[in-house]
């Protein structure tokens, strides 16, 4: 008898190991993820992790989130000390910082058996792959373009602009008709940058950058000609200047009265972005794609098309298996698509497009999702490369525009000294590859 005893314990004891064992495994894996942005997206965020973790429950992700400012510098520190997260949301245009050779994050193909890339088309995992390597995620895609507050152009009397002309024409009606408080557009220094592209390259079927990215295609006469565009949307009334601007302090445009009575009565920018803007617009009043604006004659609409947000694995990670795990769920499952909606911009994947169509997010009510859509149909040809959204340059282009607007230099002095600077820059960074 107690020979039958002890063999039942042995047994038990045998069936218990394996279990206790694996679950003591699933127990130690702990996942860190940053990422930066507005309450919203941190609130629905925090949802779809939360639900990750309640499916995995071995899995426990320590949420480290903030706004925009500082989120580069801490992903620089924690990068080079190789204390990065395991996921973290990386910025486009900051791979050739952090990834240059290939070698700055863990390479995605090597967990494909976890994460589905199937749902993403291969010309977007190829804008984040450096010497074949997947170095991040595409999350979602960005194109700028024109929005306008109904209710304000309604009031001015205008139709939305179809070309440059008639937005400088419209500029000179609004303060006319409607007081010097009054513009048809607002819009920072990159987002400027970017109209200029636009403006140039339909103009001469040319865009700023080669096709490889590394270098201007513009020369000097042309480069003049950008600044004195820059120039005249402030001297012709289209957006209130650096200087007017500066008097009103750091604070977001969006929560001046300006913006949410409708007094600036429109935005040139990303349509990731205007889903945000368009929330601070008092009603009645909303947020409407414009007309794509052409220049006379011009073939190519130069909508700039890019890659918005990545995520990548930190290359010193503990658990690539676990943290692409946490990536498919954010990107391609149901549940976790179904609360980030459009917070991320609108998604690459195939499944989480499926997703927000079949629920009624993916409509045209969306000035997000309208702004995509219009920019799609158009015929367009534009290089992306990050040099686009590059510190050092938007610097040199910020200090141009505030020196023509102080008057401290023409617009031929600032984009001669742009010209030369941003360069030396390009050259540089030429040398170090």
Request: charged fraction near 20%; proline fraction near 5%; glycine fraction near 6%.
């Amino acid at each position: 008898m107690m020979k039958k005893i002890l063999l039942a314990s042995l047994i038990c004891s045998c069936c218990l190991i394996p279990a206790t064992h694996s679950f003591a495994q699933q127990q130690e894996v702990k996942l860190r993820m940053s990422w930066w942005g507005g309450k919203t997206r941190h609130d629905v965020m925090l949802r779809a992790i939360d639900a990750f973790e309640k499916r995995y429950p071995w899995i426990d992700v320590n949420a480290e989130y903030t706004g925009w400012d500082g989120y580069l510098a801490r992903m620089t520190t924690q990068i080079s000390g190789n204390k990065e997260p395991d996921v973290m949301q990386i910025n486009w245009p900051w791979l050739p910082i952090f990834s240059r050779t290939g070698e700055g994050f863990y390479d995605l193909n090597k967990v494909g058996d976890t994460l589905d890339l199937s749902q993403f088309p291969a010309r977007d995992l190829q804008s984040t792959t450096v010497k074949g390597k997947l170095t991040a995620l595409p999350i979602s895609l960005n194109v700028p373009g024109f929005y306008f507050n109904n209710e304000t152009w309604k009031k001015a009397g205008l139709a939305y602009p179809t070309n440059w002309d008639e937005l400088f024409a419209a500029g000179k009606t609004f303060k006319e008709k409607l007081g010097d408080d009054y513009y048809p557009l607002i819009a920072n220094d990159q987002d400027i940058f970017l109209m200029t592209n636009c403006y140039m390259s339909q103009k001469y079927n040319l865009p700023m950058f080669t096709a490889d990215g590394k270098s201007f295609s513009w020369n000097q006469e042309q480069w003049r000609e950008a600044f004195r565009f820059a120039q005249r949307l402030v001297a012709d009334h289209v957006i209130p200047g650096p200087k007017m601007l500066a008097s009103y302090g750091k604070q977001d445009f969006t929560d001046t009265r300006y913006w949410q009575q409708g007094q600036w009565a429109g935005a040139y920018t990303w349509n990731v972005v205007i889903q945000y803007y368009t929330h601070k617009v008092a009603p009645p009043a909303k947020l409407e794609p414009g007309n794509w604006i052409m220049a006379p004659g011009a073939t190519n609409a130069s909508a700039y098309f890019k890659v918005s947000l990545t995520y990548a694995i930190g290359k010193n990670t503990q658990h690539p298996k676990e943290a692409a795990m946490l990536l498919n769920f954010l990107l391609n499952d149901p549940q976790a698509v179904e609360f980030i909606k459009l917070e991320n911009g609108i998604p690459i994947s195939q499944a989480a497009v499926k997703t927000l169509t079949d629920n009624g997010t993916l409509t045209n009510d969306n000035p997000s999702v309208a702004g995509m859509a219009m920019a799609k149909k158009l015929q367009s040809e534009s290089v992306a490369t990050s040099w686009m959204e590059d510190e050092q340059i938007q610097a040199l282009w910020s200090s141009g525009r505030q020196n023509m607007d102080y008057g401290k230099k023409t617009a031929n002095e600032a984009a001669d000294e742009f010209l030369m600077r941003a360069e030396r820059i390009l050259k540089k960074a030429a040398m170090r590859r």
